[in-house]
């Protein structure tokens, strides 16, 4: 059974940074893309960055420069450290996991996802 756990969201002022983290279990997670998107209040889910299973990362023009993602595939966990967090940051973000790594920016190519966890930026 595949289970993508996230934590590290909370709350922060703008200007201040987070670290989210998402532990998968159930999965060999070293042949796996993942990526992080986002579902802000009355929006739809978006796009936020993507790590290939070779490393290769890929951002949502809105987060270059503010954000990085990395993987650590002993751990089997994939990380978000987001900077500079502005209020429109405000949303609750999720990790996924796919097999199809050349289409890693593609929410519907994403196979596995976990629950979310709660990033709120005030103002």
Request: net charge positive.
């Amino acid at each position: 059974q595949v289970q993508l756990v996230e934590s590290g969201g909370g709350l922060v002022q703008a200007g201040g940074s987070l670290r989210l983290s998402c532990a998968a279990s159930g999965l060999i997670f070293r042949g796996y893309g993942m990526g992080w998107f986002r579902r802000a209040p009355g929006k739809e889910r978006e796009f936020v960055a993507a790590i290939s299973w070779s490393g290769t990362t890929y951002y949502a023009d809105f987060v270059k420069g503010r954000f990085t993602i990395s993987r650590d595939n002993a751990k089997a966990t994939v990380y978000l450290q987001m900077n500079s967090l502005k209020p429109e940051d405000t949303a609750v973000y999720y990790c996924a996991a796919t097999l199809r790594n050349g289409v890693l920016v593609v929410e519907l190519n994403y196979d596995y996802w976990g629950q979310g966890t709660q990033v709120t930026v005030s103002s």
